[in-house]
């Protein structure tokens, strides 16, 4: 297994993720995703989106607002029960979580301050009066524009229950101890999905959801022995949740969440209901009855979903004396599928390159990538995760074939440029 540090040095060095703000210093546990990590990160949102939405026929998507009327916040429980126990310490006055630390400073091991609360919401305003009354907050997490956008969905979509709305967007939690590169930051996404059902069925649902998590987990690629479920304890779960089961995945560090799926119940829709004046329940034709519906909620977090992919595909092997260092993706969702390497700048070479470039671009990502010798370049495209390298030569020049290498074996076979395209693809399928 990696450590976190060469993680974080590859992350910077093949532009997945630098520091915020960088120039100035960086903006502490703040990161960006760089050319690289962008189009990681946007394929596992794909991946998700795939699984949830185009693959189901019982789940709609929906887009809402970072803001919301901070009505929303009362309802939901978060401006009085979103907190985190602060300690802080006596002497050199740095701040903690409580529950994350020992009894004494972790820093100087000094006496600590008894906790208080710390509400974990960022506030701003809205409009040009900073007053109390134009305070706002940044959603900390996107269900509850889910919640307030029931109705529109049921009635629009003509669903019936039991169905699921699901989203990806941007939370923000002002976390008081922050860290392990993008595993827990201020500004982060997440992918959740609620899932409305009959209370009764609430217990099933849960079961199933917690089922379809770890099979996607395992699906996109991480190895089944660095996930595990790990069931919350009473003291533990959030103050919406009836249930509460962890998907945990080996970090570089230890164990961590990455999904929690919640039985929310009908905490949610019975609160908006009761502070917004409006029916949220549900009138099931078939029984003739009324109830109000309970949610079942798989909530991840796409950057930690990024930090676990990265970690488990992170191998160091040993190739002729040399340390090779490549990243395992699961084609479907590696940055790059296929790189296209002209082995020198030759004229002739340069155009049939790019004739195989337009040839593949629209059914592969594809890199073009000319500079430095071929075997730097191959390290590179290890280095990102490339599942295939396509070389042209010289003696392309002779019998329009190509050489595919693949990123695994190293093994590379020769290819007519006509069937390039359909021969990448079964590639894909089936050699890793
Ligand atoms: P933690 O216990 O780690 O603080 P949580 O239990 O508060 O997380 P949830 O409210 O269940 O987290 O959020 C669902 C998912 O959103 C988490 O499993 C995680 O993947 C992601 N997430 C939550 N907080 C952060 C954060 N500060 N940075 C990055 N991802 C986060």
Known sequence: MPTLETLVSLAKRRGFIFQNSEIYGGLGSVWDFGPIGVELKRRIKDFWWTSMVHNRNDIEG????????????????????????????????????????????????????????????????????????????????????????????????????????????????NEITPGNFIFRTREFEQ??????????????????????????????GIQE??????????????????????????????????????NRTDYDLKNHMEKSGRDLSYFDESTKSRFIPYVIEPAMGADRTTLAVFSDAYHEEKVNDETRTVLKFNPKISPIEVAVLPLSRNEKLASISNKVFNLIKSSFRCQFDDTQSIGKRYRRQDEIGTPICVTIDFDTLDDNSITIRNRNTMKQIRVEVDKVTQIIKEHLETQF
Not at 235 to 253: G, L, V
């Open 225 to 262: 022995k660095n996930l595990k479920t790990r069931i919350h304890t009473d003291d533990e779960r959030p103050h919406y949740a009836k249930s509460a089961t962890d998907i945990e995945y080996n970090f570089p560090w230890g164990w961590g969440e990455l999904e929690t799926i919640n």
């Open 191 to 220: 992918m959740e999905m609620e899932y409305f059902c009959h209370p009764e069925d609430s217990d099933k649902f849960f079961k199933e959801w917690i089922e379809f998590s770890m099979n996607w987990f395992k699906e996109i």
């Open 62 to 173: 929906i887009d809402s607002s970072i803001l919301m009327d901070p009505a929303v916040w009362e309802a939901s429980g978060h401006l009085k029960g979103f907190s985190d126990p602060l300690v802080e310490c006596t002497e050199c006055h740095k701040r903690f979580r409580e529950d994350q630390i020992e009894s004494t400073c972790p820093e100087c091991d000094s006496e600590l301050s008894s906790p208080r609360q710390f509400n974990l919401m960022f506030k701003t305003f809205m409009g040009p009066v900073e007053e109390e009354a134009a305070t706002i907050y940044l959603r900390p997490e996107t269900a509850q524009g889910i919640f307030v956008n029931f109705n529109n969905v049921l009635t629009t979509s003509r669903r019936k229950i039991p169905f699921g709305i699901a989203q990806i967007g941007k939370s923000f939690r």
